[in-house]
């Protein structure tokens, strides 16, 4: 039997009936683009984060883009973020026109790390130029928000949430999303409530800055065919709209399976040969990734591709070291950690329909290694 380390189909053919419904539905309204679909899933996400606005756009990296841009962060301006994510990230803030800076992670969680944070806010403050800060939720593991915000306060400068991997994490019983100014979702179909395609959403508390994104997504119309700032075109469609609608209330419970895999792992995985993950304290880490450190990643991996137990690294290179920005990205000091880290991390087999005995073969293929 073979293990795959994610499997998109399963979500569908879990809800299968509901799912073809609700996309005959739609095919059958001959209204394919912003509708009561969109307007519904918007409301209903909303809702689900605990937000006042949710606005659909067409994937995760323009929902980042567009935020940037709603805050009104362009051209000359520096926004600190991390080196070890997503590339989207960081070309989310090249397409707004901005300059990344990048911060080194914390070796524990993953994710921007609050003392590096501090000084480089302090460092580049100076310039005039620093506005913002994007704090990636890596994983599923929230980022350390209250230190973030703490810095962010002190220097002046706005709070954008990647949200890509954490549908659902909680810190101090808040969700992710909720700290920011802003914040950013992808419904790519891996993610913790993935389409069946491309999808993202930005949400926010704050109606003046929903009511931007909104008319950015869509050429800059303030009204049809009247565009009051310069816009483009990022929408998110009724066909993934309806799939969401189907998906969201599922998301609380396909979470807490993840969850319950991680507790397999964390029992059975053998911490002489690994490093685990581990939940930051006050925090509910939604297994986005299940990521571990193995000092002799290549080998192990190899061995688990042997025994049938598919693995991903999530990711080869640190941002600042891929051809694309090499030499061209501003880092904040050095990013010793970003760049170990990458070397030994392993994503095992982690999604809601995963079931807990295939989870268990995999802590014994990795328990069979160099035995
Ligand atoms: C951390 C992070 N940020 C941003 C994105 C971009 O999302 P999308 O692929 O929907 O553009 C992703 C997903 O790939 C991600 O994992």
Same mark, same amino acid.
């Given at each position: 039997m073979t293990v795959v380390?994610? /499997?998109?189909? *399963?979500? =569908? @053919?879990e809800q299968k009936e509901e799912i073809d419904a609700a996309i005959a539905e739609v095919l059958a309204s001959g209204w394919y683009i912003k509708g009561k679909q969109v307007a519904a899933f918007e409301s209903e996400f909303a809702a689900f984060v605990g937000v006042r606005e949710a606005v659909g756009v067409a994937n995760g990296t323009d929902a980042l883009h567009l935020a940037l841009r709603a805050l009104g962060i362009g051209r000359g301006d520096q926004v600190l973020t991390v080196s070890h994510t997503a590339v989207a990230t960081v070309a989310a803030i090249e397409l707004a026109g901005a300059e990344p800076v990048l911060v080194d992670i914390d070796e524990a969680s993953y994710t921007i790390c609050a003392g590096r944070l501090a000084e480089a806010a302090r460092a580049f403050r100076g310039g005039g130029r620093l506005k913002a800060v994007i704090a990636v939720h890596l994983y599923g593991q929230p980022a350390a928000m209250p230190a973030i915000l703490e810095s962010a306060r002190e220097h002046g400068l706005f709070v954008i949430e990647d949200c890509a991997q954490s549908h659902g994490a909680l810190l101090e019983g808040k969700a992710t999303g909720t700290f920011g100014d802003i914040a950013a979702f992808s419904f790519y179909p891996t993610k913790? @409530?993935?389409?069946?395609?491309d !999808?993202?959403?930005?949400?926010?508390?704050d109606p003046e800055l929903a009511r931007r994104a909104r008319w950015l997504g869509e050429y800059g119309w303030k009204e049809r065919y009247l565009s009051e700032i310069p816009g483009l075109n990022s929408r998110l469609d009724e066909l993934q709209a309806a799939i969401l609608r189907v998906k969201l209330p599922r998301v609380a419970e396909n979470n807490a399976r993840r969850r319950a895999l991680a507790r397999l792992y964390g /029992?059975?995985? +053998?911490?002489?040969?690994l490093? @685990? +993950? *581990?939940?930051?304290? !006050? *925090?509910?880490?939604? =297994?986005?990734?299940?990521a571990v450190r193995c000092a002799e990643r290549d080998a192990l991996r190899a061995h688990l591709k042997a025994e049938g137990i598919g693995t991903t690294i999530h990711y080869p290179q640190p941002v600042h070291l891929q051809p694309? =920005?090499? !030499?061209? $990205?501003?880092?904040a000091g050095d990013l010793p950690v970003s760049?170990? $880290?990458? !070397?030994?991390? @392993?994503?095992?087999p982690m999604y809601p329909q995963l079931p807990l005995e295939a989870a268990g073969r995999v802590c014994e293929a990795v328990r069979s290694w160099r035995r």
């Open positions: 380390q994610t /499997d998109p189909r *399963a979500g =569908y @053919l913790n @409530l993935g389409g069946i395609g !999808g993202g959403a930005i949400v926010t508390q /029992d059975r995985l +053998p911490r002489e040969v490093v @685990l +993950p *581990a939940a930051r304290a !006050g *925090a509910e880490h939604c =297994y986005h990734q299940y694309a =920005y090499r !030499g061209r $990205v501003a880092i760049e170990r $880290v990458c !070397g030994e991390i @392993l994503s095992l």
